[in-house]
């Protein structure tokens, strides 16, 4: 079955630098990408998506970029803020029945 | 729009005794989905539902898990008898339809810690 794994486990920046997550996948049919944004005692929040037929998408600050020649996809975000600092997962799902699998995660913590 | 609602948030009891959790999705999303996360974890699926159909529980751990949705909307997610490695938030999840990336809403959780 499909495998995502996700680096570094845990990310530390100053304010306003940039941040770079980076996860791989294993199954050449997933063709579907979203990054997920979890708070503490909360529920995973979609933050950004990208789908196969596109190489890199953008909103403000976060971009998210594929290679699928490679089974690489990775999170940017720029000018990070405190409130960027939460645990964030990759994930990976083929066409047909939506099912998700996650990567392990990275916590990110924005020093100001 | 009102989220996924889940209850209890938190929940503690000893191995072996049982367990359910409830789950109500985003009004009509046809989809709905239970996830376990284990600490230092992402989400696993434990069963997917299209309206009160499973579509994919190859994950689920039957001999003690069970889940339901009788009439589409709600469902409930049960443990009998818990395990100690049974110790980890329960998401429930929903989506519009099946199929074609559509997005997953996720409720807060229920954590469960098993002594």
């Known amino acids: 079955g499909e495998n995502v794994e996700q680096h570094p486990s845990t990310l530390s920046v100053q304010e306003g630098d940039s941040a770079v997550i980076k996860c791989t996948y294993s199954d050449s049919a997933s063709n579907y990408f979203p990054w997920y944004k979890q708070e503490l005692g909360k529920g995973p929040q979609l933050i950004i998506d990208?789908?196969?037929?596109?190489g890199e998408k953008k909103d403000q600050r976060i971009a998210v970029t594929l290679n699928k020649t490679a089974k690489h996809f990775s999170l940017h975000i720029t000018e990070t803020q405190p409130e960027d600092s939460a645990v964030y997962f990759c994930?990976?799902?083929?066409?047909?029945?939506?099912?998700?699998?996650f990567g392990a995660g990275t916590i990110l913590r924005v020093k100001s | 729009e009102a989220g996924v609602a889940q209850s209890p948030r938190y929940k503690i009891i000893e191995k072996r005794q049982s367990v359910a959790f409830w789950c109500n999705p985003i009004s009509g999303h046809a989809t709905l989905y239970w996830y376990q996360q284990i600490l230092g974890q992402g989400p696993k699926l434990l069963i997917q539902?299209?309206?009160?159909?499973?579509?994919?529980d190859s994950q689920l751990p039957k001999d003690r898990f069970s889940a339901e949705r009788l009439k589409g909307v709600d469902s409930t997610l049960k443990i009998q008898p818990a395990k100690l490695e049974d110790s980890a938030v329960y998401l429930c999840a929903s989506s519009l339809l099946a199929g074609l990336q559509e997005t997953q809403y996720f409720g807060p959780g229920t954590r469960l810690l098993v002594l």
């Open positions: 990208i789908r196969s037929n596109v």
């Open positions: 539902f299209q309206n009160n159909g499973v579509v994919d």
């Open positions: 994930a990976s799902s083929m066409e047909y029945g939506n099912k998700l699998v």
